[in-house]
């Protein structure tokens, strides 16, 4: 059943550009027009919605932290994203012009099901993006909009969480074009991008070899930084998230600007930090910013482990370890540089001699509050 992998886990990542494309299928036009008729809230509802709350937990909040960005940018609507374990406790502002995305691969989660009943209970409206059919978060939501990664076994979520970024962008590409976002040049070709990214997943796949031997080096470490900026960010967090979940490791992510304020004072010689680096197309000045952040961290002895866009030169004098991964639009880049973090956890939790699919003192659908 691990189709000749070692581990659910392999198999998961390995089947991820599969889940992906899964999950775009038939919701994208040959117009490039979206038709996500499971969503059944009303577009007069989505009109008329004022903001937009996300709430879920573990790797699926990173998806939602992501999903920030891209429907501010591309719809204007606010954002707010909430663990949802946090929501309900500090008497959220909600209304029924409120929508509420609930992200949860299981469809169980206690904490996300307790915050989006809260929601429902003040008026908001709560789409799930959710990846088990008829599971009680979608059944107590007012529309539901599935991923489409087939089953998940492996505690630690891989392909889930690419298919609840595709997910939610769908959602905001969605908005956009009910609100009537201009449609303009730039989301044209993100549409454009977005149905074809599964191609760009499998490419990362096939180019992992180096990350794994540069994690078996690493067994031996306590600890490994993550950096990164914009949607660089919650990419960070979540390659902290799997290094905890499965090589038992401190693993921390921080938002490279955060640097100076703070975390710079834990580098010392060869402590292993990742980056990474946004595109150095667009938003130029995020990029450079963090060209500067390594070589700050670098000057103070660390080792450093860039993943940066396919052609981007200027990262290569100041990187021990560089991991390439394929040009995308800079919002889409979670779905590839999210990858190789995957790989290297996974690698170094096998180095250490870990179980992998079923890490000590974690279950893969939390029932309880
Ligand atoms: C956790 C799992 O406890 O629940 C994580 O171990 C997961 O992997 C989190 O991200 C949220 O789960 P779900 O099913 O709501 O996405």
Redesign the pocket.
């Known amino acids: 059943e691990k189709g000749g992998y070692d581990y659910f886990m392999l198999k998961e990542i390995a089947e991820q550009p599969k889940a992906v494309a899964d999950t775009l299928l038939g919701r994208i036009g040959a117009d490039g027009r979206l038709s996500l008729d499971e969503v059944r809230i009303p577009d007069g509802v989505l009109r008329e919605a004022q903001k937009v709350v996300i709430v879920?937990?573990?790797?699926?909040f990173h998806a939602g932290l992501i999903a920030k960005y891209a429907i501010e940018h591309w719809t204007r609507m606010p954002c707010e994203v909430e663990l949802a374990s946090e929501f309900r406790y500090r008497d959220p502002i909600l209304d029924h012009r409120t929508l509420v995305v609930a992200?949860?691969?299981?469809g169980?989660?206690m904490d996300?099901l307790m915050a989006l009943r809260h929601a429902r209970e003040q008026g908001a409206k709560v789409l799930a993006i959710c990846n088990t059919n008829g599971s009680t978060i979608p059944r107590e939501s007012d529309a539901v909009l599935y991923t489409h990664a087939g089953p998940e076994v492996a505690?630690?979520?891989t392909k889930?969480f690419l298919t609840q970024l595709v997910a939610c962008y769908l959602v905001a590409l969605y908005l956009g074009q009910v609100r009537g976002t201009k449609w303009g040049d730039e989301i044209q070709a993100v549409v454009k991008e977005l149905a074809e990214i599964g191609t760009q997943v499998e490419e990362v796949l096939g180019t992992m070899e180096p990350v794994r031997e540069l994690a078996r080096g690493l067994a031996g470490k306590n600890t490994v930084l993550f950096l990164g900026r914009h949607v660089g960010h919650p990419v960070a967090l979540e390659g902290a998230l799997k290094l905890k979940e499965l090589a038992y490791m401190h693993a921390e992510g921080f938002a490279a600007g955060e640097l100076k304020h703070g975390p710079i004072a834990l580098i010392e010689e060869d402590l292993p930090v990742v980056v990474i680096v946004p595109s150095p197309r667009g938003r130029s000045v995020l990029h450079d910013k963090i060209v500067s952040n390594i070589q700050e961290i670098r000057a103070r002895g660390a080792r450093t482990i860039v993943i940066a866009e396919e052609g981007d030169e200027t990262v290569v004098p100041y990187a021990d370890h560089l991991v390439r991964i394929p040009v995308t639009p800079t919002l889409l880049q979670p779905l590839v540089a999210t990858v190789p973090l995957q790989v290297f956890a996974c690698e170094l939790a096998t180095a250490r001699g870990n179980e992998v699919d079923q890490p000590r003192n974690?279950?893969?659908?939390?029932t309880v509050e």
Do not use: D, H, N, R
């Open positions: 879920a937990c573990g790797t699926a992200i949860s691969q299981s169980e989660t996300t505690v630690a979520s889930a974690l279950a893969k659908s939390v």
